[in-house]
């Protein structure tokens, strides 16, 4: 099955600034998701990142405070713009990676703490 | 729009006991997927398990086993044996379709195994 490398593992970041992160998978898939993944909760879909065409975000949101890149079919990046505090969560990357057990794979996620 | 719930927030079971994780789904689809995962306190995202909505066998994967049952919207995990490694979070998902598509999460349920 597909192995995501999702970087930066975690970081610490101020206010008002933007941190991007980057999932490189070993191999090509159709689409990427992202996901928030906020202390103690479950993992909420912020988009779906297809190759050649803008990401889908689900409702609460929007492009311009979470762009999305898919440049070919093995990377994606989301970036967090003008960070507050309340964005402070886990964001994970994922693809489906095995079309016969239908499992998707997941990065290990990135740990973003806002100050 | 498609919504899983998971109604226990947290689970005892002793260890060698099996133990049963409930989730049910709401759907207008006829197609989906209904998948399992783990995710230990290290934060990685552990497939476990997945029933089409059209198989007629309940899924097992070795002490993990799907309970389905289409009528009533459940698919509920049940663990064989629990061993100590399998406190964890529970996530049960959904994916509307039976190829590619986006997961939505359950709320998740912490499963702590008592020696």
């Known amino acids: 099955s597909a192995v995501i490398s999702q970087k930066p593992s975690r970081d610490i970041c101020q206010r008002g600034t933007s941190l991007t992160i980057q999932c490189q998978v070993d191999s090509q898939v159709t689409m990427m998701f992202w996901y928030r993944q906020q202390p103690g909760q479950s993992l909420t879909l912020i988009a779906t990142a297809n190759q050649g065409s803008e990401a889908t975000y689900e409702s609460g949101f929007v492009i311009d405070k979470f762009p999305i890149s898919r440049p070919n079919l093995t990377f994606s990046t989301l970036t967090v713009s003008n960070m507050s505090p309340e964005d402070s969560s886990i964001y994970l990357c994922s693809a489906q990676s095995d079309s016969v057990t239908n499992g998707y794979t997941f990065g290990s996620g990135t740990r973003l703490t806002v100050v | 729009a498609q919504k899983i719930t998971q109604t226990q927030p947290g689970m005892f079971v002793q260890e060698k006991e099996a133990v049963t994780l409930d989730c049910t789904y709401d759907t207008s689809d006829q197609s989906y997927g209904l998948f399992w995962y783990k995710q230990p306190s290290s934060g990685e995202m552990i497939f476990l398990i997945y029933q089409g909505s059209y198989d007629e066998q309940n899924a097992t994967e070795g002490r993990y086993s799907l309970n389905f049952q289409k009528a009533r919207k459940s698919a509920n995990l049940v663990i064989s044996a629990s061993q100590l490694g399998d406190s964890a979070m529970y996530f049960c998902?959904?994916?509307?379709?039976?190829?590619?598509?986006?997961?939505?999460f359950g709320q998740g349920t912490e499963l702590s195994v008592k020696p």
């Open positions: 998902a959904m994916r509307e379709g039976l190829q590619g598509g986006k997961l939505i």
